[in-house]
């Protein structure tokens, strides 16, 4: 995907460019989740848009059977989880059919959370279902492992999908985990390794990039709930509530779907000054930062395991 991303055509945003869904050449993807609203006759009028990403599964899987332990819940709070989940999965399968069906790229998310990461992915996988022409997005929300899935369990998770699908996953996430992965990217080598999704509300992304390995992002979401409104809004999209995700390609539509499935790592880069230095403002373990290592770099890297049942926390969520 490098050459794509980084020697592409002339028309092709870089990462210092200024408000780059303002560039027609350039492809714009929704994201959404269950419950955004969508007229797609009027979603499709829009012919910016390449590309659709359905929220697809939210951490460890429910119980089936609604007995026994649930975490703290009770029967009819599992009830409910499981009447919300069967409706989430029929939108899903829904929504693919009709983008697929327009012509638009598809893709799904899995919304990481604490617990065992190859039952996650399993679950995923379950879930989405995902073609070979389809993107799979890791989302990764933060680093707090007693919120989201650890970065330890996040590299299981990309390393278990690429054991089972032959493709890693894209991983989704913001500005601070994504400079925090960057820095311990000899910690988290898949992770680190992964083309970007790149989570920031501003106007632009100038200083962000080239940050570790990632030389631009190959999505940059700029547009949410967060910050469009009625009043306001970095781009409107035909057919949906001021909630709907936008986010913009630094590429052309038929450039976006040449590499939207392909799955691969990165090239690995040794480590610069700026992200020595900002591993020194992040170093959580105490431990001395390491200077630009001189060994050949290793590998592409694979990385799953299998995490002992009794190990496993599960979560309530609400779908």
């Given amino acids: 995907m490098v050459p794509a991303l980084v020697a592409g055509p002339p028309t092709m945003a870089v990462a210092a460019d200024t408000l780059p869904w303002n560039n027609p050449n ?13 007229d797609w006759d009027s979603l499709l009028s829009d012919k910016r848009i390449a590309a659709f990403i359905s929220k697809a599964s939210d951490g460890l899987p429910e119980s089936f059977s609604c007995t026994g332990d649930h975490a703290g819940d ?71 492992p007693q919120k989201f ?18 493709r890693y996953p894209v991983l989704y996430t913001n500005h601070n985990t994504a400079r925090y992965i960057a820095a311990y990217r000899n ?29 631009n992002y190959l999505m940059w979401q700029f547009s949410s709930g967060q910050n469009c409104s009625k009043r306001r809004c970095p781009y409107r999209v035909p057919g949906t509530l001021t909630d709907i995700d936008v986010n913009v390609a630094p590429m ?35 431990m001395p930062a390491q200077g630009p290592a001189t060994a050949q770099l290793p590998p592409d890297p694979v990385v799953t395991s299998s995490i002992p049942q009794s190990d496993v926390v599960r979560t309530r969520r609400d779908f």
């Avoid at 350039?26 to 969508?38: F, R």
């Fill in 26 to 38: 350039n492809a714009l993807v929704i994201d959404a989740y269950e419950l955004n609203t969508i």
């Fill in 74 to 144: 009770t029967v009819a709070h599992c009830k409910t989880m499981w009447r919300k989940y069967a409706v989430s999965r029929e939108l899903f399968q829904t929504r693919r059919l009709v983008a697929r069906a327009a012509g638009l790229l598809w893709g799904s998310y899995h919304l990481a959370r604490p617990g065992n990461p190859v039952d996650q992915a399993n679950h995923f996988l379950e879930y989405a279902d995902p073609k070979d022409d389809e993107m799979m997005i890791l989302d990764l929300e933060g680093i707090d």
């Fill in 149 to 166: 899935m650890s970065l330890e369990d996040a590299q299981i998770f990309a390393g278990h999908i690429r054991a089972r699908t032959g």
């Fill in 187 to 215: 910690d988290y080598p898949v992770l680190a390794r992964l083309p970007i999704w790149y989570a920031r509300y501003r106007p632009d992304v100038k200083g962000v990039f080239p940050m570790g390995n990632w030389d």
């Fill in 252 to 286: 052309s539509r038929a450039e976006l779907a040449k590499v939207w499935a392909r799955g691969k790592l990165l090239p690995a880069r040794e480590p610069d000054p700026p992200l020595i230095l900002a591993k020194i403002e992040m170093e959580p373990r105490g």
